[in-house]
């Protein structure tokens, strides 16, 4: 008899309506992992930036795009089509997919409850974000094991951490940009660069031995291997954008890409390789604000690739990264990924799905 397989799709979550801006921004900024200070001025700093944001920046930002972030539904979708494949190629278990979200609903709160209702008998944890960080993954694995702990969960739980170099991800991520490298050069653009941008974050996460930026540099690497297949000599270069705050972050950001790409007369494909699904910072950053940016520096010819959301190649991806986890006790990253020793807070070195919460 089979056994009954629980696949947990992590991802960040955003509100669902303009009441929930505030608290979704909220529940973020209160992450240790976002600003780690201690409790008392992280508590006064979050309710400062939460109740600036939402009237301003994050509340113009999703008022774009009817006052609500299309996150979620982006992923149920996902979640159908994994739980499709899993359920017709591996019909020797039975499968049901959750999507966790971090900062708003359905949290793992609500989710460990359902999990453990469907009476489980493994658990595999799989992060929406291919490039580990703490930021992200590492916060979703301890929230996850707190309300476990919580609800005396025990059962067999394994997770993939990364997958930044998966074929998959890096066929349906060549293709994307194919589709509108080929609009390019359609519309007379000889000179295109194509820009791989990802979520920033401030250098003191990086140089605290995060390897998210080692991890997007190498997807963008692979990537551009793949595309060279099929274009000579790729102009290439990865950026960082959705600075908030005054902190350093790293770089280059997008907008020194972009006045970078202009100052060379190349038009750009922006390609959101961090994100596998529509939503604000793609949908209103890219497709609206740096595109504004773009036009301003003089730059003619702006494409953006498509994230990864459905397509065949990414959705088989994930249901491959599945059953690598099933015999599996703890974590593990796809194809054995490593990342070199300075990056101390690797998630596969230091940590298991049994993580102490404090």
């Known amino acids: 008899m089979g056994k009954k397989i629980a696949v947990v799709l992590f991802n960040l979550g955003g509100p669902d309506s303009k009441e929930?801006?505030?608290?979704?921004?909220l529940n973020f900024f209160m992450d240790k992992n976002i600003i780690s200070l201690p409790i008392f001025l992280r508590f006064f700093i979050a309710h400062m930036i939460s109740r600036k944001r939402s009237k301003h920046e994050a509340g113009d930002s999703y008022g774009l795009l009817g006052d609500k972030s299309p996150l979620?539904?982006?992923?149920?979708?996902?979640?159908?089509?994994?739980?499709?494949?899993?359920?017709?190629?591996?019909?020797?278990?039975?499968?049901?997919?959750?999507?966790?979200?971090?900062?708003w609903h359905p949290m793992s709160a609500q989710i460990v409850k359902e999990v453990k209702e469907w009476k489980a008998d493994k658990i595999v944890l799989l992060p929406l974000y291919p490039q580990?960080?703490?930021?992200?993954?590492?916060?979703?694995?301890?929230?996850?094991?707190?309300q476990s702990t919580k609800l005396g969960i025990d059962i067999q739980t394994s997770m993939i951490c990364c997958y930044p170099e998966n074929k998959g991800y890096v066929e349906g991520s060549a293709k994307n940009i194919l589709e509108q490298y080929k609009r390019a050069k359609k519309d007379g653009y000889d000179k295109v660069r194509i820009l791989f941008s990802a979520h920033g974050l401030p250098e003191k996460v990086i140089n605290g031995g995060d390897p998210y930026q080692y991890q997007c540099e190498n997807s963008a690497i692979s990537i551009v291997k793949r595309l060279e297949k099929e274009i000579d000599?790729?102009?290439?270069?990865?950026?960082?954008?959705?600075?908030?705050?005054?902190?350093?972050?790293?770089?280059?950001?997008?907008?020194?890409?972009?006045?970078?790409?202009?100052?060379?007369?190349?038009?750009?494909?922006?390609?959101?390789?961090?994100?596998?699904?529509?939503?604000?910072?793609?949908?209103?950053?890219?497709?609206?604000e740096y595109k504004k940016y773009a036009k301003e520096k003089g730059i003619k010819g702006y494409y953006r690739a498509q994230?990864?959301?459905?397509?065949s190649d990414f959705i088989d991806a994930l249901a491959d990264m599945v059953r690598q986890c099933e015999a599996q006790k703890d974590i593990i990253s796809d194809n054995n990924f490593s990342c070199p020793k300075e990056f101390g807070r690797c998630c596969k070195k230091t940590l298991t799905p049994n993580y102490p919460t404090k």
């Not at 950026?239 to 038009?267: F, M, T």
């Not at 793609?282 to 609206?288: G, M, N, R, S």
């Open 72 to 103: 979620l539904e982006n992923t149920i979708e996902q979640v159908k089509n994994l739980e499709e494949k899993l359920n017709y190629e591996f019909f020797e278990n039975t499968y049901k997919v959750f999507v966790c979200m971090r900062y």
């Open 307 to 311: 994230t990864l959301g459905i397509q």
């Open 233 to 288: 000599n790729v102009d290439w270069q990865i950026c960082y954008q959705s600075k908030v705050g005054r902190l350093k972050w790293i770089e280059p950001s997008i907008e020194q890409a972009l006045d970078r790409a202009a100052n060379h007369n190349s038009c750009v494909i922006i390609y959101p390789h961090a994100f596998t699904q529509e939503h604000v910072e793609t949908l209103v950053e890219l497709d609206i």
């Open 20 to 25: 929930s801006i505030k608290p979704f921004l």
């Open 132 to 146: 580990f960080s703490t930021t992200t993954t590492w916060s979703s694995l301890q929230q996850w094991k707190k």
